[in-house]
């Protein structure tokens, strides 16, 4: 990720800030593949992401506000990238686990947040995923 694509980002999630004043939640940037491959092993298989170059993990506090506006501020993060970009639920998971306090406090997380949400980058490709039709959420009509 580099500079101009973090400031977007970082412009993004603070453009707005409907409910708490000022916000109480806290964005980690994680830009370093090999610190992110490291804690991919410890996802179980089934959560694996692959191929992943960077990852903003959202935090709030214990409320139903911070969660809210964290919640919004990474959508907002999401809807402003400009490379291939995804929600994860792998990240969100691990980070709302007890096991992964020593690691929050290690990346500065602020004692008592929760997780909020992940976004996970990936390398731009060429070839683009093929994704299978889901018949129950598509319908087409001519």
């Known amino acids: 990720m580099d500079d101009r694509q973090r400031t977007e980002l970082e412009h993004a999630a603070l453009n707005g800030c409907p409910f708490e004043q000022p916000p ?8 370093n593949p090999e610190i992110l ?8 298989e089934e ?26 501020a990474l959508n907002r993060m999401y809807e402003a990238a400009s490379s291939a970009c995804r929600f994860s639920d792998s ?12 690691l929050k406090e290690a990346f ?10 992940a976004l996970v980058f990936s ?16 319908s087409y009509m001519k």
Do not use: N
């Open 91 to 102: 990240f969100t998971v691990f980070f709302s686990r007890r096991e992964a306090e020593a």
């Open 47 to 72: 959560r694996r992401e692959k191929g992943i170059t960077d990852a903003v993990i959202a935090f709030s506090a214990r409320s139903a506000s911070s969660a809210a506006d964290a919640g919004a």
């Open 37 to 44: 491959q490291e804690m991919e092993a410890l996802f179980p």
């Open 123 to 138: 390398a731009p490709s060429e070839e683009k995923p093929e994704v299978p039709l889901r018949w129950d959420v598509f």
């Open 108 to 117: 500065g997380v602020p004692e008592g947040y929760v997780c909020a949400g």
């Open 24 to 31: 109480r939640w806290h964005f980690l940037f994680i830009e």
